[in-house]
């Protein structure tokens, strides 16, 4: 399937290109709780919805993340017009820092880029179960297997191709496909954090043979670019004919340069389910080191609700970065509907072990370090 505008359906340490402004932002949150408000629905101020009321005392949460601070600020934003309630926020945050601080940790929630970093504070130890009615608002699959986190937004592992190098007919009908040797050369990848988990996944489904015997092909057959903004944008170039990816960096240039219309390469989606459509979660999670957990409970319940949070994921790529929401039944104004995705069924927790993909990658001479 080809994404060809705005409303088609189209995913670290990776950062990618920055094209928010506060004004924008200010805007946005203003708007969110304006069409809330104006459709009747569970707006975040209504009396009927407490846990997205206003505070009325100062409550300040810590907020450790290394999400794209572009968004969290657009959260942050809008849930303090809300409520009042206000936020310290440290970018850039690392797991191994919170394990460090463990029960001294100074942060009230984490907010997580990739489902790895997050799922592997559960599995510490480190964090608070997250209330069953936060976690009902999510599509089931995306969140915790043992409710240890919620998931706030998601990105889809997807193939760029240039048309003008190949035809969509010809490319690989399933990622495996990849390493055909009519794709040699032909293709460009990067060792992101999304890369580590689509790794870590096939670890847990295919085993270490065959996974380790499909990256060698892999590497043998494609170009590492180190960055999946190179990809995107070596693809889009034509200096290859397709690369696999995230797929929110297509619609990051999209916006830069005027629209989808104004781009040369595309997005496919392998046509069934399949591991090249992986779909990984970005998580939230209330440590339980929290100095205000209740109220942190509040933001997660507000951050995954249709009406709150995800109405600021589903809005323009300028504050969402072309996330997916992920609460059910909101769809993304920019890439679609996440249902739209064929990807596999798995219980993200299983990325808490991404330390076997990264030592296999650093094996095989694959990893960003």
């Known amino acids: 399937m080809t994404s060809s505008s705005p409303k088609s359906t189209g995913g670290a340490q990776v950062r990618r290109g920055r094209l928010s402004g506060r004004a924008t932002i200010a805007f946005l949150a203003l708007s969110v709780l304006a069409l809330a408000t104006a459709c009747g629905g569970s707006s975040p101020t209504t009396a009927d919805n407490p846990s997205t009321s206003p505070n009325s005392t ?71 179960p997250v209330e069953e009615s936060t976690l009902q608002q999510v599509r089931p699959g995306l969140s915790s297997g043992q409710d240890l986190w919620v998931a706030y937004a998601a990105r889809a592992r997807v193939l760029f191709y240039n048309p003008t190098k190949v035809a969509e007919s010809e490319l690989p009908v399933k990622l495996a496909d990849i390493t055909e040797p009519q794709y040699k050369g032909t293709f460009a990848w990067a060792p992101s954090g999304a890369f580590v988990a689509t790794t870590q996944y096939l670890l847990s489904t295919w085993g270490e043979d065959k996974t380790t015997s499909f990256l060698k092909e892999l590497k043998e057959n494609g170009v590492n670019e180190q960055k999946n903004g190179k990809v995107r944008d070596t693809v889009e170039a034509g200096q290859h004919a397709m ?22 390469s595309k997005i496919h989606h392998f046509p069934t389910e399949d591991p090249g459509n992986l779909v990984l979660s970005s998580g939230a999670a209330v440590l339980k080191s929290s100095q205000n957990a209740a109220e942190a ?19 323009p790529v300028e504050v969402s970065g072309a996330q997916y929401p992920v609460a059910t039944g909101v769809a993304s104004s920019v890439v679609g509907d996440l249902d739209a995705i064929k990807s596999p069924a798995f219980d993200m927790d299983v990325l808490a072990d991404s330390e076997q993909a990264e030592e296999l990658l650093k094996r095989l001479g694959m990893s960003s370090g």
């Open 58 to 128: 100062s409550t300040t949460l810590t907020v450790y993340t290394d999400q794209h601070a572009e968004l969290v600020e657009s959260l942050t934003k809008a849930y303090t017009d809300a409520t009042g309630v206000t936020f310290n926020i440290q970018n850039d945050a690392t797991v191994g820092q919170i394990q460090a601080e463990g029960d001294q940790a100074k942060a009230d929630v984490f907010l997580s880029e990739d489902p790895s970093p997050v799922a592997l504070l559960g599995k510490d130890g480190l964090l608070a």
């Open 243 to 264: 690369g696999l990816s995230n797929h929110y960096y297509w619609w990051i240039l999209a916006a830069e340069k005027g629209g989808p219309d104004q781009l040369t």
């Open 297 to 315: 409970q509040k933001f997660l319940a507000w951050l995954t609700s249709k009406d709150g949070g995800q109405q600021v994921i589903a809005g």
